[in-house]
């Protein structure tokens, strides 16, 4: 049984349809990717599923559950921003707690988490830095951190590179590959490159306007595209 069920989901703002009919299942423990170019949207269906915005028809289960009426505090995913505000005047650690407080944790179980998480992310010495005190690429941690401290069974990103330099870029993407093995938990990363796409995902879905043009492995995508623009997209030989 698929994790995540999406089924004929469409998100209308005002009369503009943004997403017009979205199918698409995901299983445990999958890294999948939802690549496309700009304002095909790819965060509006992020935002559904973490629940930060309503769908306007369909359906979305999560674990068997209908989670068309569940509030995002209720729903077992955590999303990292593509502008990944961290709070200033916090240090990491109070960064990274926010969130698991506001689960209602105890103080010694945030403490735990925050402590391997910081290990995870080699953040041990940063603890007590603001996030002014941080490179870019660090701070890129912190929000990925704050996230996974509320261990959610989907941890949603999207576009996690886009804010760091060339260097950095390579070098965060590999740490959220090795995360995603350590983690154990289902991963939807959202970018609009097609070389992020390729080396990291189990499967990617390929959106354009709203619409599904294609899901499979990178392989699958780059030997048999589904038409003429996935093909150009993929940078496929054919
Ligand atoms: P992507 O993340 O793929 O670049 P988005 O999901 O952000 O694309 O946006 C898809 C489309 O929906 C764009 O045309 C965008 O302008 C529009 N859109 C996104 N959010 C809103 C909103 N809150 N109100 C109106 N239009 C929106
Ligand atoms: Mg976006």
């Known amino acids: 049984m698929a994790q995540l069920s999406l089924r004929g989901v469409r998100k209308n703002f005002k009369n503009t349809e943004v997403l017009r009919g979205i199918d698409l299942e995901i299983h445990d423990r999958e890294l999948v ?5 700009s304002g095909c949207g790819k965060s509006t269906l992020l935002r559904l599923i973490a ?7 369909g359906e979305f ?13 209720k729903r077992d995913i955590a999303m990292v921003f593509q502008s990944y505000a961290l709070y200033p005047h916090m240090n990491v650690y109070d960064n990274m707690a926010f969130g698991a407080k506001l689960m209602g944790l105890s103080k010694d179980e945030v403490q735990k ?7 995870t992310l080699q953040l041990q010495a940063l603890l007590e830095r603001k996030p002014r005190e941080l490179s870019g690429g660090q701070r890129q941690r912190v929000a990925i951190g704050r996230a996974l401290v509320r261990k959610p069974a989907v941890f949603l990103l999207d576009e996690p590179l886009s804010n760091l330099d060339a260097a950095l870029r390579s070098e965060v993407r590999l740490e959220i590959a090795k995360l995603h093995n350590n983690i154990g938990g289902t991963m939807i990363y959202v970018t609009h490159d097609q070389v992020e796409a390729m080396t990291l995902a189990d499967r990617i879905v390929v959106l354009r306007d709203g619409v599904i043009e294609q899901v499979g492995t990178p392989r699958e995508l780059y030997e048999t595209p589904a038409n003429a623009f996935v093909g150009t997209f993929i940078g496929s030989p054919r």
């Open 33 to 37: 990717v939802f690549v496309g170019p």
């Open 51 to 57: 629940g930060l915005d309503t769908i306007t028809e």
């Open 61 to 73: 289960i999560l674990n068997g559950k209908s989670m068309l009426n569940v509030p995002p505090s």
């Open 113 to 119: 988490r925050i402590a391997e998480t910081a290990e």
